[in-house]
Nanobody, 122 residues
Framework: VQLQASGGGLVQAGGPLRLSCAAS????????MGWYRQAPGKQRELVAF???????NYANSVKGRFTISRDNAENTVYLQMNSLKAEDTAVYYC?????????????????WGKGTQVTVSS
């Protein structure tokens, strides 16, 4: 499974940004796709994930501001980020997993894309 993320960049605080991640390769039976982020000097954290049946889960820090969506026909997952804050600055990683045990996603997923930098200026 190959994951290609795009959409990162520099944005002013309060502004929006949308990340996209396209999956290719042996993508059969992929259950969850998600986004993680890692800020300098901090541990990687799960931002949001979405399962094949549309179930979504968000980190408390982004609830109400970020929306994850998925286009199964295009094998693409999106992260719409609104009301961005300086503390959202991080490298964002797209990930995917065939595992259906959602609790495992908090530790990570099996397949990873290269990160995309999101910088929010205050």
């Amino acid at each position: 499974v190959q994951l290609q993320a795009s959409g990162g960049g520099l944005v002013q605080a309060g502004g929006p940004l949308r990340l996209s991640c396209a999956a290719s390769g042996s993508i059969f039976n992929i259950n969850a796709m998600g986004w993680y982020r890692q800020a300098p000097g901090k541990q990687r954290e799960l931002v949001a994930f979405i399962t094949n049946n549309g179930s979504r889960n968000y980190a408390n820090s982004v609830k109400g501001r970020f929306t994850i969506s998925r286009d199964n026909a295009e094998n693409t997952v999106y992260l719409q980020m609104n009301s961005l804050k300086a503390e959202d600055t991080a490298v964002y990683y797209c990930a995917a997993d065939r595992n259906t045990y959602t609790r495992t996603y908090y530790d990570g997923m099996t397949y990873w894309g290269k990160g995309t930098q999101v910088t929010v200026s205050s």
